[in-house]
């Protein structure tokens, strides 16, 4: 038999870093605003509304199927609300294109890794830095002085943020070549390098042990404290509730829960959704 998610925060689970100051005090950064995403008959999302603020931490939780990933794909421009808007900065950003998104600030990781094999650590970080350069094709043949001015500084934001994500020193190595968790590291700097505002994780702890995940945990709060707002999708419940400000819960593409990693665990339709139990038994 699996064994079953524990919703209870861990006595030994590290308490959550404070958000910089509470949501009523800091400016909305991600405003979902009651999105349905139907495909044929199938609603995968429906109604769904959350405001994510500036400088948090906010975990996007549910059983397998609640439609977590669809929620991060709608917000990153792969699929289109059916209903509903996704604003960003104040701005409607449901049905732009994915490349505009991220120019505006949002940047994901995926829960199968997507990095360039065959380039070294160093080159996939610099993919990402590409986002933001202004070098026309013809600059950059001729090598005019933005261009290398560009070279320059994605060479030293590549350098920083294999620091950053602790694997320095791996910057000639190919990424296929990485060990599995320096390879989940890599794709992390290598989204950050795009400079976003939102950095969007999608269970970025898959094949982790239990080092790794604490390690993870400190890395995401690294982020946090570097102004970078942070949404993660995450199965790995002593992780979520150690590291996030808030959570919100979806079961079958809705709502139904939303607050403090305390208010979730002690909600019983959450131990409904994870335990199959009835609401009121829970």
């Not at 990402?128 to 950059?140: I, K, L, M, Q």
């Not at 261009?147 to 950053?164: F, P, S």
């Amino acid at each position: 038999m699996s064994e079953q998610p524990s919703l209870d925060k861990p006595s030994d689970a590290p308490e959550p870093t404070p958000s910089a100051a509470p949501a009523g005090d800091r400016k909305p950064l991600l405003e979902v605003d009651n999105v349905t995403l139907r495909f044929g008959g199938v609603v995968a999302l429906n109604q769904v509304n959350f405001t994510l603020y500036e400088g948090e931490i906010l975990g996007l939780i549910g059983p397998n199927g609640a439609g977590k990933t669809t929620c991060f794909n709608a917000m990153t421009g792969v699929y289109t609300p059916t209903e509903g808007a996704i604003r960003f900065q104040g701005g409607k950003i449901s049905g732009q294109q994915r490349f505009k998104i991220t120019k505006m600030g949002i940047a994901r990781t995926f829960q199968n890794i997507r990095l360039f094999p065959e380039m070294t650590a160093l080159e996939n970080i610099q993919v990402g830095a590409d986002a933001h350069h202004r070098t026309s094709v013809p600059g950059a043949l001729l090598r005019l002085p933005r261009h290398r001015r560009e070279e320059k500084d994605g060479l030293k934001l590549a350098h920083d943020l294999l620091e950053l994500v602790g694997i320095g020193g791996t910057e000639h190595e190919a990424a296929r070549n990485l060990p599995y968790g320096s390879q989940r590291r890599l794709e992390i700097a290598r989204a950050l390098a795009t400079r976003p505002k939102l950095l969007c994780l999608d269970e970025p702890a898959a094949g982790f042990n239990p080092a790794e995940k604490q390690d993870l945990m400190q890395l995401i709060k690294k982020i946090r404290d570097t102004g970078v707002t942070v949404l993660l999708i995450e199965h790995d419940m002593r992780l979520v509730m150690g590291v996030t400000d808030r959570i919100v819960v979806l079961e079958f593409g809705r709502k139904i829960a939303e607050g403090s990693p305390a208010e979730v665990a002690a909600d019983p339709k959450v131990h409904a959704a994870y335990l199959g139990v009835p609401a009121d038994a829970a």
